[in-house]
């Protein structure tokens, strides 16, 4: 059984920065899986953020991320890296990681990844708030 667990959450003024990590153990192949950000804010539907690929070579953002986030990955640690610049108050949500697994035949990317649904393993989420 894999298990994935955020951290780097926390409160941060507007247009400042925050990293976020996440760590997969237990069982897995983590270069199998593509990994993917989502977020949640209080009364809204979870929300793709950022994806990268099983060996980092695509990546695909939100547009309202783009420019200011950077994901990636260490296969070798097993993590994910959300690094978040220029914050902003809409930005403020509970961000889960994610594990989208890929079979040996699969492409090697495929914008399914981009759905919550395409998702198999999930952490268990990490506050970001972003102040005004």
């Known amino acids: 059984q894999v298990q994935l667990v955020e951290s780097g959450g926390g409160l941060v003024q507007a247009g400042g920065s925050l990293s976020l990590s996440c760590a997969a153990s237990g069982r897995t192949t983590f270069s199998s899986y593509a990994m993917g950000w989502f977020r949640q804010a209080p009364g809204k539907e979870r929300e793709f953020v950022a994806t990268?690929?099983?060996?980092?070579?695509?990546?695909y953002y939100t547009d309202s991320v783009k420019g200011r986030f950077t994901i990636s990955r260490d296969n070798a640690a097993n993590t994910v890296y959300l690094q978040m610049n220029s914050l902003k108050p809409e930005d403020t949500a509970v961000y889960y990681c994610?594990?989208?697994?890929?079979?040996?035949?699969?492409?090697?990317?495929?914008?399914?990844?981009?759905?919550?649904?395409?998702?198999?393993?999930w952490g268990q989420g990490t506050q970001v708030t972003v102040s005004s």
């Open positions: 994610a594990a989208d697994y890929y079979r040996a035949y699969d492409p090697p990317f495929s914008l399914r990844s981009l759905r919550a649904e395409s998702y198999d393993i």
């Open positions: 990268i690929s099983k060996n980092g070579g695509n990546t």
